[in-house]
């Protein structure tokens, strides 16, 4: 079964930190470009990271520069999001994605069309950031 299996998400204060997992099956890792991308009910979805097959190149939307971390340990198929000095307009539902081939960072983040649909989309994992 091809599936992306998203976790970490959870309530913390603004400030604090967070570690999302997702976990990749059916099919064959190595070939896919992964991202992460928030989208709510009713609303855009918005690349926050990606990064690219081999880890060769990655990309952050501009609001999350410096605060989170994108890494993926392709022994594992598992992709990771370090979440650090969290603002309350990081909540939101994340989603773990998988893009086939050798698209880069930058273009599976910020050129894909908001209808596109990605080779593989995780179910999400929801973050609250709150007081």
């Known amino acids: 079964q091809v599936q992306l299996v998203e976790s970490g998400g959870g309530l913390v204060q603004p400030g604090g930190s967070l570690r999302l997992s997702c976990v990749g099956s059916g099919f064959s890792w190595d070939n896919y470009a992964m991202g992460w991308f928030r989208q709510d009910p009713g609303k855009e979805r918005v690349g926050v990271t990606c990064i690219s097959m081999k880890s060769r190149d990655s990309y952050y939307e501009d609001s999350v520069q410096g605060r989170f971390t994108i890494s993926r340990d392709d022994a594992k198929n598992t992709v990771y999001l370090q979440m650090n000095n969290l603002k309350p307009e990081d909540a939101g539902v994340y989603h773990c994605?998988?893009?086939?081939?050798?698209?880069?960072?930058?273009?599976?983040?910020?050129?894909?069309?908001?209808?596109?649909?990605?080779?593989?989309w995780g179910q999400g994992t929801q973050v609250t950031v709150s007081s």
């Open positions: 994605a998988a893009e086939v081939g050798q698209v880069t960072a930058q273009t599976m983040c910020r050129n894909a069309p908001q209808d596109f649909e990605f080779s593989v």
